[in-house]
């Protein structure tokens, strides 16, 4: 074919050069080479949505600990990324808070007894909730611990509405929501999430995957499995090791490289 111009829409995703950095000097002092860095629900993305749902549209919604990730994509495309500085250690430090009890007990009720909707739970199931200061632990209804996260997380959920319909891609979801990462763990989320989004929202388990399956076959794996694939799919990029020395300058570049990737 012949032209005289050629177009392209990109997506380009930006961050700070001193989180890129921390991210790298972590895994080069556990002995680990860094081949390359990606956004974390593009990761996820990879392990958990089929080709079917990228080309009809989907939202990916990675809910972890510290933040919601979310990657739209439609004609199998990314078409908007997202990063929320919300996610489910905000329900533990609620429950912390709420019940008077430490986080690391706050995080066991949490995943033990924890249930997204209130009126899911009878009134007379108890949870036994340790205290602070040596003071006795004390016995609470399930609902009370309820009533602490559902809030939290209606809050989040409408967060993460708002940023799809900022991006203007609400009317190109034929295929809804995959939501995935840890926090997706807690029992009714999924329900909740379809009941707020107003689409179809499935739980995303990671897929492609052969050898110790039945271990990551939960959605707290997402990312990990999905960064594999990832690599799997860049495998011909070289390797890069950054020493402590001039470490900037060496980031710097390979973002400066990313960018010639594209222009
Ligand atoms: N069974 C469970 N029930 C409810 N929440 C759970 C359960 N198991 C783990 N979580 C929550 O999942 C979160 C961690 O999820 P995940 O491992 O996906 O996060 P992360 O990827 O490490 O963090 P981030 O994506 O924010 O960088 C924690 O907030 C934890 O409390
Ligand atoms: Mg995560």
Redesign the pocket.
Known sequence: MSGVRLEAKVHIVTGAVTSAQNIIKCCNRTGLNVADIAL?PLASAEAVLTPEERELGVALV??????T?IALFHDGAVKHTAVLAI???H??SDIAAGLRTPIGEA?RI??RY?YARTSMVTKDERVEVPSVGGRNSRTISRQILCEIIEPRLEEIFQLIRREIAKSGYEGSLASGAVMT???T??PGMIEMAEGIFGMPVRLGIPTRVGGLVDVVSSP?YA?GVGLVLYGMKRQEKSFFRIREDNLFAKVRNRMVDWFSEFF
């Open positions: 974390e990675d809910m972890g600990g510290g933040t990730d996610g489910g250690n329900l533990t995080e949490k995943q924890g990462g840890g926090s763990l807690l707290i990312t």
